[in-house]
């Protein structure tokens, strides 16, 4: 079993930056591929970037950069050049290799605006 726990979230003006992260605790797992997603009040929950344990990141932001740290289990959304359209719930996900099982966070919210 593995829980994630996201922190990081807060309230930010346009144009300003914050940092998410993601905790990933538990026994007997081995994380392999993790994901942040994003969901706006009204919209399906969508893709923000991904990372492999390999470090290997994928964004579909450029403002967005994902990085990970295996040795804590954790992974990191930096995201610059906030704009109110960034104003979600962002949800970490991790790919547990061994079982293939996919576990969710709780997930933080992010609000840009003025």
């Known amino acids: 079993q593995v829980q994630l726990v996201e922190s990081g979230g807060g309230l930010v003006q346009p144009g300003g930056s914050l940092r998410l992260s993601c905790a990933a605790s538990?026994?007997?797992?081995?994380?392999?591929?993790m994901r942040w997603y994003r969901q706006a009040p009204g919209n399906e929950r969508e893709f923000v970037a991904s990372?492999?344990?390999?470090g290997e990141p994928h964004s579909v932001e450029g403002r967005f950069t994902i990085s990970r740290d295996n040795m804590k289990n954790e992974v990191y959304l930096q995201m610059n050049n906030l704009k109110p359209e960034d104003t979600a719930v962002y949800y970490c996900?991790?790919?547990?290799?061994?079982?293939?099982?996919?576990?969710w966070g709780q997930g933080t919210q992010v609000t840009v605006s003025s």
């Open positions: 990372i492999n344990r390999g």
């Open positions: 996900n991790a790919l547990d290799s061994v079982s293939l099982i996919n576990y």
């Open positions: 538990g026994s007997r797992f081995t994380i392999g591929l």
